[in-house]
């Protein structure tokens, strides 16, 4: 089945600790991108990538950290620099970053930090 | 910066009415639009995608339309069921080749 898996579905972390996020496709799509909702929001940019070992910095990118070694994969680093980092954490991807691309998303991430 | 606003942000109906949901932006230089479903705690189901150069796409009971003079997209959602209950999002994607979205509208559809 081609899709978009995130893990874990649930973390808990001690305040002052990194985290990591896995997010991993198998569409063969060049874009991929990480969300944050927060309730009564609309869902915030982190940060894109349009193509292997490239990344842009979306809205709120501060205290965050990601990387694009392969084509299939989008890690995202919660760093302790982050000062609200208790959120759903929303992963996607798209054929290209252009505007004409559905976006697909996968099921999220709900980081709690205390 | 884009702004994307869906009023009201919840709505109840009782089963087998018809569904109105509203979008509205700022920018009418979008490139496309798209409206998602998410149920709680689940991630992002695409809807409905659609071009600037469309007005409507329409899949089995659901409709959108599109009029970027008037900044604004309606979802129809027809002969509403328990199971549509859920949050409907918009997003557009206007210059900068991001999504910006709107906070939701969340439908609770009464038996």
């Known amino acids: 089945d081609g899709g978009i898996t995130q893990s874990p579905k649930y973390l808990f972390r001690k305040e002052g600790q990194n985290v990591t996020l896995s997010c991993e496709q198998n569409l063969n799509h060049d874009a991929m991108y990480w969300y944050r909702q927060d309730p009564g929001q609309g869902l915030r940019l982190i940060y894109y990538s349009q193509i292997v070992n490239d990344f842009q910095k979306g809205d709120i990118a501060e205290g965050y950290s990601v990387s694009r070694e392969k084509k299939e994969s989008f890690p995202l680093t919660v760093t302790s620099a982050q000062k609200n980092p208790t959120a759903f954490y929303l992963c996607a991807s798209s054929i290209q970053t252009s505007g004409n691309h559905e976006q697909y998303f996968g099921p999220g991430t709900r980081l709690t930090v205390t | 910066k884009q702004e994307v606003t869906q009023i009201p942000a919840a709505l109840s109906v009782p089963e087998g009415e018809n569904l109105v949901l509203n979008c509205s932006f700022t920018d009418s230089a979008i490139y496309n639009l798209q409206w998602f479903r998410q149920d709680p705690g689940k991630g992002l189901t695409s809807l409905l995608l659609?071009?600037?150069?469309?007005r409507e796409q329409t899949s089995g009971r659901l409709n959108a339309s599109l009029d970027k003079s008037s900044g604004r997209s309606t979802l129809y959602i027809a002969a509403s069921q328990p199971g549509d209950s859920a949050t409907y999002l918009c997003?557009?994607?206007?210059?900068?080749?991001?999504?910006?979205f709107g906070a939701g509208t969340t439908v609770t559809v009464r038996a």
């Open positions: 659609i071009q600037s150069s469309q």
């Open positions: 997003a557009g994607y206007f210059n900068d080749y991001k999504l910006s």
